[in-house]
Nanobody, 125 residues
Framework: QVQLLESGGGSVQAGGSLRLSCAVS??????MGWFRQAPGKEREGVAS??????????ADSVKGRATISQDSPNAKNTVYLHLNGLKPEDTAMYYC??????????????????WGQGTQVTVSP
């Protein structure tokens, strides 16, 4: 069983930055994704990274404003999502998700069987 724990959400003003973190209990042949869900909207993929080759993917909505990266501090692997130039429309609950695969599949929630509890990001005008 894979455990994921997000942190780093908060409230910021438009134009600000946040770094979200996701600690993962198992990190071998794994694709990590960040998703977000705003009230009344469907969950959408934001970015993904594969632990094997570090390949990344970004949704058009965050391209140029987001950076996904990975780290392995003290054998507790962590994936980060750095968001800058935040806009009010970025307000959402952000979730990290995991899929054991040799490469990342398309960034749809159905392709990721493991999920964290989420961390809230609120951007004020």
């Amino acid at each position: 069983q894979v455990q994921l724990l997000e942190s780093g959400g908060g409230s910021v003003q438009a134009g600000g930055s946040l770094r979200l973190s996701c600690a993962v209990s198992a990190y071998l042949n794994i694709c990590m994704g960040w998703f977000r869900q705003a009230p009344g909207k469907e969950r959408e993929g934001v970015a993904s990274i594969h632990a094997g080759d570090g390949s990344t993917y970004y949704a058009d909505s965050v391209k140029g404003r987001a950076t996904i990266s990975q780290d392995s501090p003290n054998a507790k692997n962590t994936v980060y999502l750095h968001l800058n130039g935040l806009k009010p429309e970025d307000t959402a609950m952000y979730y990290c998700a995991a899929d054991f695969s040799i490469r990342c599949r398309p960034l749809y929630q159905g392709n990721f069987p493991y999920w964290g509890q989420g961390t809230q990001v609120t951007v004020s005008p």
